[in-house]
């Protein structure tokens, strides 16, 4: 157990909806990273937010957003839904540091998209 | 951009055989490199990193890898295949600035009895 927490594991729904993802991350950690893992596109980076501001960007797509909270648990907001985003959402935390900080995982939310 | 390199989608070994898993990064700068472990239906959970301290990495489950500048490699080994190292293994790098961590395309080994 890596102390990330995942909420629903598993959400099926249709296409053109709108679906929100919740992580809560380890004790004492202020990142959260969402990834999301498919089998054509692998394993990739969307989202960093640190302290509740967004730190950076990956290859999100614009019909996604995320926002943090004060309490940290954060929140990846995914709409307009298309068949091909059906995927493996994970979300990670760490410490904040200089670099090299060790991310741990969640579960996973599992989200098929009909 | 800093990216890692995956050399081989499937790896299988017979169990007691030498895993041997690749892979190689790209980076203008020096790296932090991981490799990650990943079970069937479970989140990924980290075997082991570099941070400069030391070129040769132990990580859990027997499991090391040495970082090689000269080779742009950062391959994992272990002496002694076992039948529960079975799953999804990947290779990762990140940056000192934002931590933000690039994945390989992962290798899955297959261990025979």
């Known amino acids: 157990d890596s102390g990330v927490t995942q909420t629903p594991k598993h959400l099926i729904t249709a296409t053109g909806q709108r679906v929100t993802l919740r992580c809560s991350p380890r004790s004492g950690d202020l990142s959260v990273y969402w990834y999301q893992q498919s089998l054509d596109q692998g394993l990739q980076f969307l989202i960093h937010?640190?302290?509740?501001?967004?730190?950076a960007k990956g290859n999100i797509l614009e019909r996604f957003s995320a926002q943090q909270f004060p309490d940290l648990h954060s929140e990846l907001n995914l709409s307009s839904l298309e068949l091909g985003d059906s995927a493996l959402y994970f979300c990670?935390?760490?410490?904040?540091?200089?670099?090299?900080?060790?991310?741990?995982f969640g579960p996973g939310t599992r989200l098929l998209v009909l | 951009a800093q990216s890692v390199t995956q050399l081989g989608s499937h790896v299988s070994v017979s169990e007691g055989a030498l895993v041997l898993l690749r892979c190689n990064y790209s980076s203008s700068v020096p790296p932090y490199l991981f490799w990650y472990v990943q079970y069937p239906n479970q989140g990924l959970q980290l075997l082991l990193k570099?941070?400069?301290?030391?070129?040769l990495v132990k990580g859990i489950n027997g499991f090391e890898a040495e970082f090689k500048k000269s080779e742009t490699s950062f391959h994992l080994t272990k002496p002694s295949a076992h039948m529960s190292d079975a799953a999804e293994y990947f290779c990762a790098v990140s940056d000192s600035h934002n931590n933000d961590m690039r994945f390989g395309a992962g290798t899955r080994l297959t261990v025979k009895p």
């Open positions: 937010y640190y302290n509740g501001e967004e730190r």
């Open positions: 570099y941070t400069s301290a030391a070129t």
């Open positions: 990670a935390s760490s410490v904040p540091g200089t670099g090299g900080e060790t991310q741990y």
